[in-house]
């Protein structure tokens, strides 16, 4: 009898314990159960844990400093990160500045021209892209016999009449943005992909 309400006193403790360390006020601000999980060890891009006395009860850190401190005193804004100078441009990951062209702008597309040079390798790249990513609908040659292009319907006939003098921007537009019943590929294809397979349907499939 004794041990069952010596256990039952343990257990209330216990849980007056666990109730009142719930709680955070003023300077305190609670305890944590497992902080690993809520601070990162790392440096964070975007904050920084600027006490550094943060997390000392369980650091190894060799400079004595407390476990989640990951500040970098000399960034604005408490970011680890550095912000880009003014004006900066991303880059897509093939080195490209970012296609701003909308799709209804298909005639200022119409005057760009390649920045690649149509060597015998962008061409031989660009006719596998072409049959990676064209010739199902459009066909191997270009004629728009594709199989896939049978259940679409209406897909052009790239060597057919008015298609053959259809300037590279323009071809390199049609694939980025789509037109017509034709999608956009400018999310799966990079843009100096989509030149080589341009190149491609102008010097193969539109001068056989
Ligand atoms: C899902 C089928 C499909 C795929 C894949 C496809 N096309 Fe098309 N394409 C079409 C259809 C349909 C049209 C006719 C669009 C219209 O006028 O409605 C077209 C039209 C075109 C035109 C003519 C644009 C114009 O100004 O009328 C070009 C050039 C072209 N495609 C090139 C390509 C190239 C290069 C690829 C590969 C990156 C490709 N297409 C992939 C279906 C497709």
């Not at 216990?14 to 305890?31: E, I, L, N, T």
């Not at 296609?99 to 597309?109: D, Q, S, V």
């Not at 040079?117 to 031989?124: F, G, K, L, Y």
């Not at 049959?131 to 270009?142: E, I, L, N, S, W």
Request: net charge negative; charged share 25%; hydrophobic share 30%.
């Amino acid at each position: 009898m004794k041990i069952k309400r010596y256990l039952y006193t343990i257990a209330m403790a216990g849980v007056a314990f666990g109730v009142a360390s719930c709680g955070a006020s003023g300077d305190h601000p609670g305890y944590e159960y497992a902080p690993q999980m809520y601070n990162s060890v790392a440096y964070e891009p975007l904050s920084q844990i600027k006490n550094e006395d943060e997390g000392s009860w369980l650091s190894s850190r060799e400079d004595g400093k407390g476990e989640f401190f990951n500040s970098n005193p000399n960034n604005p804004h408490g970011m680890n990160m550095r912000e880009p100078v003014e004006n900066t441009v991303p880059r897509t990951r093939d080195g490209y500045l970012p296609y701003r062209l909308k799709a209804f702008e298909l005639e200022k597309a119409a005057e760009l021209k390649s920045p690649i040079e149509a060597t015998d390798e962008v061409i031989a790249e660009g006719r596998v892209l072409y049959t990676q990513y064209c010739a199902t609908c459009h066909g191997a040659g270009g004629e728009g016999d594709g199989k896939a292009g049978e259940v679409v319907g209406g897909v052009a006939n790239l060597k057919g009449g008015a298609y053959i003098d259809l300037p590279e921007g323009h071809i390199f537009h049609v694939i980025m943005k789509g037109k017509g019943r034709m999608g956009a590929h400018g999310s799966q294809i990079p843009q100096e992909r989509i030149w080589k397979i341009v190149h491609y349907v102008k010097q193969e499939i539109q001068k056989q």
